[in-house]
């Protein structure tokens, strides 16, 4: 008879990013928010954190460095006794030989003197998403009642200032951002922001992104990126990381036998679980998900399943076989594919309509017009000595 846990470990080669939902609430109401459940005041319960890291720590997935993502809602909307009392726990369960990380990805609206005192305490990395200056932010991250949320944001990176808590934020483009590569820059120097990730309005789930319908976001992407990277190159120590540059040099400047993995199409790679103890892989946004072909993207429950048997279940044989198709087909078909390794399922089958497909605006977007700027910038640079 079959070993489980060995059919198991030949699916799964490693955990490398836990991402918890300790509740689907979000304080805020943001425009473009594809999270179905965010209204809901429901929370993770002692038993069910203990259950997920009991498991994957005994899981042999883990290996060297667990990365946790407290995500989705918003999690600063639970006391800091509940992540004092959680993080206490985990490294009791704690193996000595693994380390933990914990990150928290916030709107930081939240954000005041004691959580920046935990963050600093805890060393936990943090994230917070604001979309530029106010009037690109709150066109879109807006309170339940309507209100832009910029203020209470602004307030917040500034106390992690203050604190000097490291942080990075979060941008999300939309195409009149995008235009306005100075106006961000200005702003996120003026605000002694130094770590930027951008991303762009996406379609996942029910949401319908408007960015993908305008015609030349290909370009404008391109030009918002580039122009940005010069501006930030002709002011060293402002800008210390631009995250799609930074990526996009990585993939391409590798050496010819250095390991590539695209952590978003591994099983278990990525692992979700939301306040329920439902347990998902591959894109995390897939968690909170329904589809008429899949139905739910659920593979169990850590606490009536043993994460194990997770890889055995029917629907993970399912999806498994499709993402691996389109990974195939990437493979086969895109001049790209040896920096990005087949995408991201969620985009494919937002955009679509299947894992089993290959393009989509947002690979376009974050792949292959961030490649291509890093290879003009490699065709103009002046060779060494020169
Ligand atoms: S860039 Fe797009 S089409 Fe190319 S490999 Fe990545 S996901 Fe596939």
Redesign the pocket.
Same mark, same amino acid.
């Given at each position: 008879m079959a070993d489980p846990g060995r059919t198991a470990s030949r699916v799964v080669s490693r955990i490398e990013l836990l991402v918890v939902q300790p509740t689907p609430f979000c304080n805020i109401d943001c425009l473009y928010c594809y999270l179905p459940h965010r209204g809901s005041k429901a929370v993770v319960a002692r038993e069910t954190l203990f259950n997920l890291f009991s498991q994957v720590f005994a899981s042999g997935w883990v290996r060297d460095c667990l990365s946790v993502v407290w995500h989705a809602g918003e999690p600063m909307v639970l006391p800091i006794g509940f992540y004092r009392d959680a993080f206490r726990m985990i490294e009791q369960l704690r193996p000595p030989e693994l380390g933990v990380q914990h990150s928290f990805q916030t709107n930081g609206t939240l954000i005041d003197e004691a959580w920046c005192a935990f963050f600093a305490d805890a060393h936990v990395n943090v994230g917070v998403s604001i979309d530029g200056p106010r009037q690109f932010h709150d066109h879109n991250r807006l309170t339940r009642s309507g209100r832009g949320t910029f203020d209470r944001t602004i307030r917040g990176i500034r106390l992690l200032r203050r604190h000097e808590v490291p942080f990075h934020v979060i941008s999300v483009l939309s195409p009149v951002s995008m235009a306005e590569p100075r106006e961000m820059f200005d702003f996120y120097v003026e605000e002694g922001i130094e770590r930027v990730c951008f991303n762009v309005e996406e379609s996942e789930g029910e949401h319908v992104s408007q960015s993908f319908a305008e015609t030349g976001v290909d370009r404008a992407y391109y030009r918002f990126l580039s122009e940005f990277w010069r501006l930030s190159a002709n002011a060293p120590g402002k800008i210390t990381f631009i995250r799609e540059i930074e990526h996009a040099i990585q993939q391409v400047i590798r050496p010819a036998d250095a390991p590539f993995g695209n952590q978003l199409v591994e099983p278990f790679a990525i692992t979700s679980m939301d306040w329920a103890g439902n347990i998902s892989t591959f894109s995390p946004e897939l968690l909170g998900l329904k589809n008429p072909a899949y139905e739910d993207f659920l593979l169990g429950n850590i606490n009536r399943d043993a994460l194990i048997d997770l890889p055995q279940r029917p629907n993970f044989a399912t999806m498994l076989a499709d993402i691996q198709a389109g990974v195939a087909m $990437?493979r086969e =078909?895109?001049e790209?594919?040896s920096v $990005? %390794? %087949? %995408?991201e399922p969620v985009n494919k089958l937002a955009e679509n309509g299947s894992f089993v497909s290959?393009?989509?605006t947002y $690979? =376009?977007l974050t792949?292959?017009r961030a490649t291509d700027l890093v290879l003009d910038a490699l065709d103009h640079a002046p060779l060494a000595g020169s």
């Open positions: $990437c =078909r895109c790209y594919f $990005c %390794g %087949g %995408g290959t393009e989509t $690979c =376009r792949k292959m």
